[in-house]
Nanobody
């Protein structure tokens, strides 16, 4: 079992920055990938960024490329999402997620989810 706890959300004006953190607990050594997802009211959940725990290969949604950076600190079992140049359309609940197995990672079918942290960007 893995537990994920997000922090770092908040309210910011357009153009501002936030850094989200996700602390992981439990059997984390077997995780194959971790990622950030978001869901805005009335919209489907979408993947924002992901990272393979071994090797650090990353993926970004087109909407956040060049503005967001996903990173991990394996010593601290913590995942980060640095968000710069925020836009009102980035407003959403952001979730940290993790998965075992390459197949799940490639399909973005994550096994474990955090409770979410709200990000609100005002114009």
């Amino acid at each position: 079992q893995v537990q994920l706890v997000e922090s770092g959300g908040g309210s910011v004006q357009a153009g501002g920055s936030l850094r989200l953190s996700c602390a992981s607990f439990g059997y984390t050594s077997g995780l194959y990938c971790m990622g950030w997802f978001r869901q805005a009211p009335g919209k489907e959940r979408e993947v924002v960024a992901s990272i393979y725990t071994a090797g650090g290969s990353t993926y970004y949604a087109d909407s956040v490329k060049g503005r967001f950076t996903i990173s991990q600190d394996n010593a601290k079992n913590t995942l980060y999402l640095q968000m710069n140049s925020l836009k009102p359309e980035d407003t959403a609940m952001y979730y940290c997620a993790a998965a075992y197995g390459g197949g799940r990672c490639r399909r973005f079918e994550y096994n474990y989810w955090g409770q979410g942290t709200q990000v609100t960007v005002s114009s």
